[in-house]
């Protein structure tokens, strides 16, 4: 077997016990999965922590932030339940990660960040990978993206006191939204928000541990 035959092997084992992994912790949606399959964590995790890239962890990126958890990038996704025709707003784009993943599965991303040099990564990243249906933003998410709205699907990946006002009122009626809740130092609850034609339900979802949402633009 030639080097680059190992090296493919050896990916794909990693990928198959990765696609295992999040089955056992819950990631059962077969679209959800199929999704995970095709995007490759590795593409946004760079520097000494490539060989992590399938491990169910968060890991650290630019700006000292991090990549979520996989499995909690499907659980996520399948709380959320994007469809094939939904545009979804995601708030902290991070690495770019959960983006990638959104964006197997509905029509449009609109992904919001507040660090430029985390957007100018995940712009690079998105045009190399062909991933032509996400639209990234240099801006404060807790006030969402006005002019874009509604949404039929919101997802925020930092952590909130409470659920931004300004995401509420840009969700579509029928909308879903989800969103970890708490205090940034403690474990947070993530939340699933449907919002209904009389108002908004509820649903606590599982125990998470999210970066802050932070208020305004990060310096640099
Ligand atoms: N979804 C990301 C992980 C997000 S980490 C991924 O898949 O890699 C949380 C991100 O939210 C960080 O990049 C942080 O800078 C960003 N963030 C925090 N507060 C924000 C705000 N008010 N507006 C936009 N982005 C914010």
Known sequence: MSEDDDTHAGLAERKMRFLYHLRSHGVTDPAVLDAMERVDRGEFVRGHFEDR????????????????????????????????????????????????????????????????????????????????????????????LPEQAPFDRIIVTAAAEDPPGPLLAQLKIGGIMVVPVGQSDAVQTLIRVNR????????????????PLVEGLGQG
């Open 53 to 144: 890239a399938y491990d169910d962890t968060p890991l650290p990126i630019q700006c000292g932030q991090t990549i979520s958890q996989p499995s909690v990038v499907g659980l996520m996704t399948q709380a959320l339940k994007p469809g094939p025709r939904d545009t979804v707003l995601e708030i902290g784009t991070g690495s770019g990660y959960q983006a990638a993943v959104l964006a197997g599965l509905c029509r449009r991303v609109f992904t919001v960040e507040r660090h430029r040099p985390l957007v100018v990564a995940a712009e690079a990243l998105f045009q190399r990978l062909r991933l032509s249906n996400i639209t990234v933003r240099l801006a404060d998410g807790s006030f969402g």
């Open 196 to 211: 209904t034609e009389t108002g908004f339900d509820y649903h606590e979802l599982r125990q998470v541990r999210f970066v």
